[in-house]
């Protein structure tokens, strides 16, 4: 997959700061069913954490997500990209989600063939 550069170097497309956090993750919550207390049990977080979380008045950590992941049972690219909205993808061509797709579908097939 291809990889532009802004002018700061950076590489563009998925802007993990900018991500909406709190939408995504009471969107995966509710998904699998989870009140916000089981949610902070499994992940290992207090329960006004998670409330924190999807009010927006905090950002998880790297390390946050992945247990946020876990206690949600879905991988933590999963939990991005439902965190993620249009400006966060910006940069990101029609190649690069086709490339993406298709990665996506050969993962899919290869646990559910």
Same mark, same amino acid.
């Given at each position: %997959?291809?990889?532009?550069?802004?002018? @700061?170097?950076?590489?563009?497309?998925?802007?993990?700061?900018? %991500?909406?956090? #709190?939408?995504?993750?009471?969107?995966?919550?509710?998904?699998?069913?989870?009140?916000? +207390?089981?949610? #902070?049990?499994?992940?290992?977080?207090?329960?006004?954490?998670?409330?924190?979380? @999807?009010?927006?008045? +905090?950002?998880?950590?790297? @390390?946050?997500?992945?247990?946020? #992941?876990?206690?949600?049972?879905?991988?933590?690219?999963?939990?991005?990209? %439902?965190?993620?909205?249009?400006?966060?993808?910006?940069?990101?061509?029609? +190649?690069?989600?086709? @490339?993406?797709?298709?990665?996506?579908?050969?993962?899919?097939?290869?646990?559910?063939?």
């Amino acid at each position: %997959m291809s990889t532009n550069s802004n002018a @700061e170097g950076r590489p563009q497309g998925l802007n993990c700061s900018k %991500m909406n956090y #709190a939408r995504g993750l009471k969107k995966a919550r509710e998904k699998a069913g989870l009140s916000q +207390r089981k949610l #902070a049990q499994l992940a290992g977080f207090d329960a006004s954490y998670i409330n924190h979380l @999807e009010a927006g008045d +905090r950002t998880p950590s790297l @390390e946050g997500l992945e247990k946020l #992941a876990h206690g949600l049972g879905v991988p933590v690219g999963v939990l991005l990209l %439902m965190c993620a909205d249009k400006r966060d993808l910006r940069g990101i061509g029609r +190649r690069d989600i086709a @490339e993406l797709v298709d990665r996506l579908l050969g993962l899919l097939n290869e646990i559910n063939p």
